[in-house]
């Protein structure tokens, strides 16, 4: 599942590539992780929101704990109470430059990222939805893993090419459900030496 992509344009040419208007971004590191902010296309409007939807857990004594970000929703339970409303009413394009999975043993797995070769900024499949902890949020779609990923990890996020952009977001549910499979196109690997956990 992924829990890392990366971003290295600027918001007015991120907005411009998705013919979408330039809301509130705030500020948002290059990488970004799970429960941070990241950048989401949504309601036609380019602006920051925090990466996983919450779940709030309970400790021992029965007090609620600090949320988890649920940051990947997988494709194939999309009708599950967690993601059923949001993917029936808010989906949104999540733009990003790259993503990366860890590879390797475990205690030594570094970072592994994936982009197409020919589009500097791509849109993968997301849903949102306002929380009470955190404002508005997002998590990403996950399908099975194309050929290149494959090697790497069993799923990837849902890979969308321009021309099904607005099936996505505005599409009834059953067309947008058959968005979700694994991308097609060639995409290049960049397997790095950098710990997948910096400490």
Not at 19 to 40: C, D, H, Q, R
Request: with cysteine; proline share 8%.
């Amino acid at each position: 599942m992924c829990n890392l992509d990366r971003m290295t344009k600027a918001t007015a040419e991120v907005a411009n590539l998705f013919n979408a208007k330039l809301g509130s971004t705030g500020n948002f590191a290059t990488e970004v992780y799970p429960g941070y902010t990241g950048l989401v296309v949504a309601n036609g409007e380019l602006r920051s929101m925090v990466w996983g939807f919450p779940l709030v857990l309970k400790g021992k004594n029965g007090q609620p704990l600090k949320p988890k970000p649920i940051n990947n929703a997988r494709a194939d339970k999309l009708d599950g109470f967690m993601w059923r409303y949001s993917f029936a009413e808010r989906r949104c394009l999540i733009p990003v430059t790259a993503f990366a999975e860890a590879e390797g043993e475990k205690g030594a797995k570094t970072r592994t990222w994936f982009t197409l070769p020919d589009q500097d900024v791509f849109a993968v499949a997301g849903l949102w939805r306002d929380t009470p902890e955190w404002g508005p949020a997002y998590t990403m779609v996950m399908t099975e893993a194309c050929q290149h990923v494959a090697g790497v990890h069993d799923r990837m996020p849902v890979i969308l090419r321009h021309d099904d952009w607005n099936d996505w977001l505005d599409g009834p549910p059953d067309a947008a459900g058959l968005l979700c499979r694994p991308y097609p196109d060639v995409m290049a690997v960049e397997r790095t030496a950098n710990p997948w956990v910096r400490r």
